[in-house]
């Protein structure tokens, strides 16, 4: 983490700056409670700027939010004995979110994110309400938050609305893993709740924090995703007698986009010295179906997106998002930089990206259904006819990859317009992420359904075949997780099993220690 991280032998440590962050940067975060720090140039920022607001508020100039009221009601002025009580009724009243609460690593994130934003020094915050953010996090107090009831603009104001309510004692939290009442949770770790200043309540809830933790955790999930598509798709290779030929680099070389090139190479080394692939070279096939020879083209096209994604995000996560801003004394501007257009769309384009690599692996399952002459019989079962082999797994396949593309349709075309109109068109961001994250586990759950099938194919073709160096190592680790001479039985547990070592990366990790692929 180029010295924003450091690990003990207790905690990850991070520390709050005002250097560049990349999404990969926050995985501690999602990993388990972290131990975060103030740089002495974020603190600095948050002074100065806090200084500035103060003298701006002895010289009676009317700021958004800070003494007027809020959206539409923006024209309504606030007394400075209302000051205290505005901050508060707008966190109260903001916490309006439902549905389950967001994961513990998407919460750490959306704090640390709403952290660097403070820490540019636009927001004229205090560093009392940093130090409490701190002090909460590292206690791993972490406020329950409702994954419903943003739309991604004027900030992710419900979510952020109860992250801000622990400040101030009320809602809920997790304390160590337990869900208890705030006070209850602060009394137990002798913390005393904070009285919010001019501006600090809008500053919490403004921000496309939510957006863009809910978009972080998609592309960490996401790069795992690629990467085991990649092997799902080797592995069927080889196992249909489908040709390695067309993953040659001269081949790609040919056409200039990035994410082809890198899948066509992952995949031409997870079967090199395959004696399967070997065994067909001269068997006068000309050309295999689109689901196998041009894996490179569509695993690449959603490679090439979510790069695209990855700068869009990383933009976002070093941005500062906050209304209004404040440069200096004499200027105090409104703007909208609480609005989550690009993550929405980054968002939404990895939605049908993703959703479209689940359709390609769905493809490849259907093909072993159909059996390969003098190969594998229909349905890769040893019995065709006593038994079923995977055609109910090709089915459950089926059904994700249609509900995906469902999920795909776009979030940010379906903009409505809220506070009375003043907000007239929002992002959908939060929406877009949450069902990619859907879209994600389906695909995962469609890979490991063609792991097994390819793997089950694989346990047909003679013993006597060695597979390549890296689908070699694939089979290995299925074998554990899977009863290929079983015949029929239920397939249930082992695609979550299956599925549980994909989502998780152990797939991957246990195959780079023997083949670096990308």
Not at 457 to 467: E, T
Request: charge should be positive.
């Amino acid at each position: 983490m180029n010295g924003k991280c450091s690990i003990n032998s207790q905690m990850v440590s991070l520390n709050v700056s005002t250097e560049k962050y990349s999404y990969n940067d926050f995985l501690p975060l999602f990993l388990g409670p972290v131990k975060i720090s103030l740089s002495k140039q974020s603190e600095k920022n948050i002074k100065k700027s806090q200084n500035f607001l103060l003298n701006n508020l002895k010289k009676n100039r009317s700021i958004y939010g800070v003494n007027t009221g809020f959206g539409n009601l923006s024209h309504i002025l606030i007394g400075s004995d209302d000051s205290e009580k505005l901050q508060i009724n707008l966190i109260r009243s903001h916490a309006s979110g439902i549905g389950e609460p967001l994961s513990l690593g998407v919460v750490r994130t959306v704090i640390f994110l709403k952290l660097l934003t403070f820490a540019k020094g636009y927001s004229g915050v205090s560093l009392e309400l940093i130090k409490k953010i701190i002090q909460l996090i590292n206690k791993d107090i972490l406020p329950v938050i409702p994954k419903r009831g943003s739309v991604g603009a004027s900030g992710d104001l419900a979510p952020l609305g109860h992250m801000a309510l622990v400040l101030i004692g009320e809602g809920e939290v997790f304390f160590k893993g337990k869900r208890l009442k705030t006070h209850q949770a602060l009394k137990k770790a002798k913390i005393k709740p904070l009285i919010l200043k001019a501006k600090e309540g809008l500053s919490l809830i403004n921000g496309t924090q939510v957006s863009t933790a809910i978009a972080i955790k998609t592309l960490l999930d996401g790069r795992n995703l690629l990467l085991s598509a990649d092997m799902a798709g080797a592995l069927s290779v080889e196992n249909s007698f489908s040709s390695r030929k067309v993953f040659q680099k001269k081949i790609h070389d040919l056409k200039q986009h990035p994410g082809q090139r890198i899948s066509a190479k992952n995949i031409y080394k997870l079967l090199s010295n395959s004696e399967i692939v070997q065994s067909h070279n001269n068997c006068g096939k000309i050309q295999d179906p689109y689901s196998f020879r041009c894996i490179p083209h569509v695993h690449g096209a959603c490679r090439d997106i979510f790069t695209s994604a990855v700068n869009i995000v990383n933009n976002e996560i070093n941005s500062v998002s906050d209304n209004p801003l404040i440069f200096d004394e004499n200027l105090i501007v409104s703007s909208g930089h609480f609005h989550a257009e690009h993550v929405a769309m980054a968002l939404d384009s990895l939605a049908f990206s993703f959703s479209e690599l689940g359709a390609i692996s769905e493809r490849r399952i259907h093909y072993f259904m159909k059996g390969i002459q003098g190969k594998i019989p229909p349905f890769v079962c040893k019995n065709p006819g006593i038994d079923s082999g995977y055609m109910i797994a090709h089915v459950t396949s089926t059904s994700l990859a249609s509900e995906n593309k469902t999920l795909s349709h776009p979030a940010c075309v379906d903009s409505l317009p809220t506070s009375g109109g003043q907000e007239d068109l929002v992002s959908m961001a939060p929406w877009a992420g949450l069902k990619l994250i859907q879209i994600q586990k389906n695909v995962n759950r469609i890979l490991a359904i063609e792991f097994i099938v390819a793997g089950a194919a694989n346990y047909l073709i003679s013993s006597n075949l060695k597979s390549g160096d890296g689908t070699s190592k694939v089979l290995e680790i299925l074998k554990k997780h899977c009863s290929f001479s079983k015949g029929d039985r239920s397939l249930t547990a082992e695609i979550e099993s299956v599925y549980n070592i994909l989502s998780l990366g152990y797939l991957y990790r246990d195959i780079s220690q023997h083949l670096i692929l990308e």
